[in-house]
Structure formats: C-alpha cells, structure tokens
C-alpha cells in the first residue's frame, strides 16, 4: 500500500509539473489533434473522400508542422460536414480563440453516444487493421459440446468482441464458456439467445470489424441528428430493434418489446403526436389483409368469421349474414363486403388502441397473441406497432396525460364497448429505424436491416482493407 500511495504521489507531481510548464501547451494541441482526428475517423467511415483520409493520414503520422499546418482546414471541413447532417456541437457558441484544444473540441458532437461511439469505432478499426477476418464456414448448426476446428477463431473473435473474457487457442470443443459467451453476443445482436450457431449467428460472427465500424457510425449520425430534436418527453420505437421506449425528461420511464411491420408490410418511420387513447376497439380488417390473410382461412373453415366475431357488412354498411359453407364459397372469388371484429377479449387489437395522425393508417395497440414477444424476429405485424406492456403505456398516460382520473377508471369496466378518450396532453411518438448503437451499458448493440433501407447494413461481411 505504501508504494502505491508513493506512486500516485509522484505521478500527481508529474502532472502539475507537466501543466506548469510550457509542455503543457504542446499537450493541449496533441489533445486537439486528437480531437481533429477521430472526429475524421467518423467521417471517413461513414463519407470516404482522398481529401479526408488525406488529413486523416496527416494527423496519424504527419509531423507536427504539417498538422499545424492542415489543422485549420480540417476544422473547417469538420463544420461543414456536422452542420450538413444536423449534427449539433458548440462550434458557434465559442469565441474566437487560439486555443486549438478548444477550437478542435467544440466541433465534437454534442451527444452522450460520442465518446462511447468513437471509442468503439478506434477499437474496431485497429481490430481491422491487425486481424484477418476471413469468412467461417462450419457446413451445419454447431452447440454445446460439438467439435469442430473453427471453435479457436470463433473463440477468438467472440473474445476480441468483448463476449469471451478469455479463449483457449486449442480448444475445439463448444464448451460451457464459449456457450455462455455466444448468448451474451447473441443478445448484443437481437438474436434468438440458445448457444447455436445457426446461419445468423455465423453471419454476425463473420461481419468484420470494418463493416461494423461502418454500420455503427453511419447509425450514430442518424440518431444524434434525430435526438436532437426530440421533446422533453416521448415515445419512441426503434422499429429494427423491435423495442419501444417512453422517456420523460431524460429519464426512461418504460421500455417495452414491440411487433413491428413484416418485411412486405414494412412499418414507416414517422414522427405524430398521440392525442388519443381508443378503450375495447373494434377492428377494421384492411382490404389488402383481408385478401392476403382472412379469405384464405375463411375458404379453409366457414365458421372462422362468427367464431372470431366479425361482422360482415356490404357496401351500404348493412350486416349481411351467411352460413358457414356460403361464407366459404363467396371466399372462393370476389368478396364485396368488409369485415369489422366486435370489441372484447379475442379481439385483435386487444384491450388499448393509441391512436397518432399519420398517412399510413398505422397505430400503436394491444394484441391477444402474446407468445409472439418471444420471438427473437418480431416483424411480424401488417405494419401497426404491437406493444407488449400494452398496460403500463395506458396506465401511464392516464397518470401523467388525463385530468379525470376518475372518468378514465370508471371507462375501464366496460370491456364490450368500444369508447373514445382525448388525452389532455399529446405525447410526441418518433418511428426510427436504427441498427447500430452503444448501450447505456456501454456495449455496442446491433440488428438486422430487416427493411434493407441502409446501404451500409449490407455491405461486404468481409472487409479487410
């Protein structure tokens, strides 16, 4: 203990030497190309150009004359390309000074995920650099216990990861430590949590640390852009995570899985106000559903439509009423009537319907089929946002949204009856698709672009360059 306290000793005397002396200038401009240089690490990931890796190239291994002499225009570039993407930083707010340290730090994004993100993205580009990471094909499903001899590299790159504290170079047996680790990386990557590698956790497990570089700081300027404008209090569903939170001035106040869009029913990204909460809803079935989804089941059983208690009503909105074998044989051809599901227990919009304006006729709301949470691939909807703790929302709502509490409490006793409640107060409900992201746990998370709207969650798994 001694010599530890004679160590700390000694280094904070170094420290108020070093900045008591002229050293400690030349410090505050390495720390400023520092600064200049990782903010150009995220640009050349996600908007490569010769003049940027350029810079980047000078201010890794260039003198310190020719940093000097690059600087001022690396700043200016750097303000240009935050202020195109909506990036918010302190670059305005600062007054004019020489101070590079300064000058280079209020450009940095203002944003909590920063530091974390740019961390990362060294880390995973000095990976790509000092490790090969070519493609494993292990022809079948390996678990726990198997043998193979790709066990080592995947031992390797889960610890490299950050899911494998430590790896046996000759190991090629799955053993329980490597089990535990793959549900850990698993997790990180929305995947179904049971120690197999199946194709999508070979597929992740091959995704090279350059890809993921990518993926993780392309997503970071679409988050940090849209949070940006966020209010103080909110709902947002991050659509590939299949994930909702609610925050209310900077603290989560409930987070929920979600049922999102299916891939050829994809749910949009939009942002609208949540001004109303429908009790008991009856369900409208969509025309496209009901070609797509209900006729087929209706030609397979006529008593599907009673059963489920649907009314069926023609273009007048008179209920029309068939038995169960003409039911199936209208079903067979063109079917001119619509169907509407009765409010009540088996209904399938559930007990709550939030309802926002938007152009795509979707909306947040409950669901009888709860089993579908456990799904590790949840977009399985017709494009409307399943919540899983549906009661919480509401609950919620009415403790923080509704002045008549007891108009709210008393509404809850019906449950056959379909009733309309206005919030008092709008809450703002964001639909964002992000598929990269660091943790409040600081672990770098990722998903499947289940929509194929990012270039970059499709790139080449592996890159070596």
């Given at each position: 203990?001694?010599?530890?306290?004679?160590?700390?000793?000694?280094?904070?005397?170094?420290?108020?030497?070093?900045?008591?002396?002229?050293?400690?200038?030349?410090?505050?401009?390495?720390?400023?190309?520092?600064?200049?240089?990782?903010?150009?690490?995220?640009?050349?990931?996600?908007?490569?150009?010769?003049?940027?890796?350029?810079?980047?190239?000078?201010?890794?291994?260039?003198?310190?004359?020719?940093?000097?002499?690059?600087?001022?225009?690396?700043?200016?570039?750097?303000?240009?390309?935050?202020?195109?993407?909506?990036?918010?930083?302190?670059?305005?707010?600062?007054?004019?000074?020489?101070?590079?340290?300064?000058?280079?730090?209020?450009?940095?994004?203002?944003?909590?995920?920063?530091?974390?993100?740019?961390?990362?993205?060294?880390?995973?580009?000095?990976?790509?650099?000092?490790?090969?990471?070519?493609?494993?094909?292990?022809?079948?499903?390996?678990?726990?216990?198997?043998?193979?001899?790709?066990?080592?590299?995947?031992?390797?790159?889960?610890?490299?990861?950050?899911?494998?504290?430590?790896?046996?170079?000759?190991?090629?047996?799955?053993?329980?430590?490597?089990?535990?680790?793959?549900?850990?990386?698993?997790?990180?990557?929305?995947?179904?949590?049971?120690?197999?590698?199946?194709?999508?956790?070979?597929?992740?497990?091959?995704?090279?640390?350059?890809?993921?570089?990518?993926?993780?700081?392309?997503?970071?300027?679409?988050?940090?852009?849209?949070?940006?404008?966020?209010?103080?209090?909110?709902?947002?569903?991050?659509?590939?995570?299949?994930?909702?939170?609610?925050?209310?001035?900077?603290?989560?106040?409930?987070?929920?899985?979600?049922?999102?869009?299916?891939?050829?029913?994809?749910?949009?990204?939009?942002?609208?106000?949540?001004?109303?909460?429908?009790?008991?809803?009856?369900?409208?079935?969509?025309?496209?559903?009901?070609?797509?989804?209900?006729?087929?089941?209706?030609?397979?059983?006529?008593?599907?439509?009673?059963?489920?208690?649907?009314?069926?009503?023609?273009?007048?909105?008179?209920?029309?009423?068939?038995?169960?074998?003409?039911?199936?044989?209208?079903?067979?051809?063109?079917?001119?009537?619509?169907?509407?599901?009765?409010?009540?227990?088996?209904?399938?919009?559930?007990?709550?319907?939030?309802?926002?304006?938007?152009?795509?006729?979707?909306?947040?709301?409950?669901?009888?089929?709860?089993?579908?949470?456990?799904?590790?691939?949840?977009?399985?909807?017709?494009?409307?946002?399943?919540?899983?703790?549906?009661?919480?929302?509401?609950?919620?709502?009415?403790?923080?949204?509704?002045?008549?509490?007891?108009?709210?409490?008393?509404?809850q006793v019906e449950r056959q009856k379909t009733q309309w409640f206005s919030l008092d107060d709008s809450l703002s409900v964001h639909l964002v698709y992000w598929t990269a992201w660091i943790d409040s746990e600081g672990d770098s998370q990722f998903r499947n672009d289940i929509y194929n709207r990012n270039s970059t969650g499709n790139l080449s798994l592996i890159e070596n360059r």
């Amino acid at each position: 203990m001694l010599l530890r306290n004679q160590v700390w000793t000694i280094w904070l005397a170094l420290l108020f030497i070093l900045n008591s002396t002229p050293v400690a200038a030349m410090d505050r401009s390495y720390a400023g190309f520092n600064s200049l240089l990782y903010q150009l690490q995220l640009v050349n990931l996600v908007r490569p150009s010769k003049q940027s890796e350029d810079s980047y190239h000078i201010l890794r291994s260039g003198t310190v004359q020719e940093k000097l002499d690059r600087a001022e225009g690396i700043q200016a570039d750097l303000k240009y390309f935050w202020k195109t993407k909506n990036v918010p930083n302190n670059v305005n707010r600062l007054d004019d000074t020489d101070d590079l340290y300064q000058r280079a730090t209020s450009l940095e994004p203002i944003s909590s995920d920063y530091l974390p993100v740019s961390n990362r993205l060294r880390y995973l580009l000095w990976l790509s650099e000092h490790y090969p990471w070519k493609p494993l094909v292990i022809g079948g499903w390996l678990k726990e216990g198997d043998y193979h001899k790709s066990i080592p590299e995947i031992s390797f790159r889960l610890n490299m990861l950050g899911d494998l504290d430590y790896y046996d170079r000759d190991n090629k047996h799955l053993n329980r430590e490597v089990a535990i680790s793959l549900i850990r990386f698993q997790r990180r990557h929305g995947l179904k949590q049971d120690a197999v590698i199946g194709p999508e956790t070979l597929r992740w497990l091959n995704t090279s640390p350059k890809s993921r570089a990518r993926m993780l700081a392309n997503n970071f300027l679409k988050k940090s852009s849209y949070s940006a404008s966020l209010d103080n209090r909110f709902l947002l569903i991050n659509i590939p995570a299949f994930e909702m939170v609610l925050v209310d001035h900077d603290e989560v106040q409930l987070k929920s899985r979600v049922i999102v869009g299916k891939p050829y029913r994809q749910t949009p990204m939009l942002s609208s106000q949540i001004s109303n909460v429908v009790l008991n809803p009856s369900w409208r079935v969509p025309k496209r559903l009901l070609r797509r989804d209900l006729l087929p089941k209706v030609r397979e059983d006529g008593e599907y439509i009673s059963r489920r208690n649907f009314d069926v009503f023609d273009a007048k909105g008179v209920i029309v009423e068939k038995s169960p074998e003409e039911w199936q044989e209208l079903a067979q051809g063109r079917f001119p009537y619509r169907l509407v599901q009765r409010p009540g227990e088996e209904n399938t919009l559930g007990r709550y319907k939030f309802y926002f304006a938007n152009d795509y006729n979707v909306y947040l709301h409950d669901t009888v089929d709860k089993s579908l949470f456990e799904e590790s691939n949840r977009a399985l909807s017709s494009g409307c946002i399943r919540v899983e703790n549906v009661e919480s929302l509401a609950n919620w709502m009415a403790s923080n949204l509704v002045r008549d509490k007891q108009t709210w409490v008393d509404m809850q006793v019906e449950r056959q009856k379909t009733q309309w409640f206005s919030l008092d107060d709008s809450l703002s409900v964001h639909l964002v698709y992000w598929t990269a992201w660091i943790d409040s746990e600081g672990d770098s998370q990722f998903r499947n672009d289940i929509y194929n709207r990012n270039s970059t969650g499709n790139l080449s798994l592996i890159e070596n360059r």
